[in-house]
T-cell receptor, first 115, second 109 residues
């Protein structure tokens, strides 16, 4: 059974803290994605990665960075958390060989609250 | 850059009724996908329709695609309370999927 695991379902952090959101997939997928989801705004793409050590900016990369040192792991980093980064964060992966026709497999989400 | 936009934003129906959700998009696509999200959970892929297809079925789901109007619809027949969820369309854009804002479906028993 395919699986995308996000390390934390719920986090509460303070403004200015550095935050790491971890995502691991067990499907040997090349492509991995980070989205944030906010009411009324749907899902917005933050960063994605086609392969190890590769990263591409999505639509809203400001205030975020990512790391992909291993194929199975894609980390989202908030260098200095701010209250407007309070959101649900969703990680997803996709088989790179499927190209644009591939479905995304999502994790359960990490709900981050920044106080 | 919002590509797909769903309509309506919210839909409430009785069990047994059909539910129809619509999605419009702006640029040409290779395929369009529909996803479902239960409250507080991740998204789950439902169905994919390619640009050269007009209709596709999967169980109680029926998806249509009209590339001339840049629109798609998702029909859930004989709805059940367990179908209560948010439904999103997604279109490909340069190797990444771009999601709409979703339709929140509530099916009352």
């Amino acid at each position: 059974d395919v699986k995308v695991t996000q390390s934390s379902r719920y986090l509460v952090k303070r403004t200015g803290e550095k935050v790491f959101l971890e995502c691991v997939q067990d499907m040997d997928h090349e492509n991995m994605f980070w989205y944030r989801q906010d009411p009324g705004l749907g899902l917005r793409l933050i960063y994605f990665s086609y392969d190890v050590k590769m990263k591409e900016k999505g639509d809203i990369p400001e205030g975020y960075s990512v790391s992909r040192e291993k194929k199975e792991r894609f980390s989202l980093i908030l260098e200095s958390a701010s209250t407007n980064q309070t959101s649900m964060y969703l990680c997803a992966s996709r088989d790179g060989l499927a190209g644009n026709t591939g479905e995304l497999f999502f994790g359960e989400g990490s709900r981050l609250t920044v106080l | 850059s919002q590509q797909g936009e769903e309509d309506p934003q919210a839909l409430s129906i009785q069990e047994g009724e059909n539910a129809t959700m619509n999605c419009s998009y702006k640029t040409s696509i290779n395929n369009l996908q529909w996803y479902r999200q239960n409250s507080g959970r991740g998204l789950v892929h439902l169905i994919l329709i390619r640009s050269n297809e007009r209709e596709k079925h999967s169980g109680r789901l029926r998806v249509t695609l009209d590339t001339s109007k840049k629109s798609s619809s998702l029909l859930i027949t004989a709805s059940r309370a367990a179908d209560t969820a948010s439904y999103f369309c997604a279109t490909d854009g340069g190797g990444k999927l771009i999601f709409g804002q979703g339709t929140e479906l509530s099916v009352k028993p």
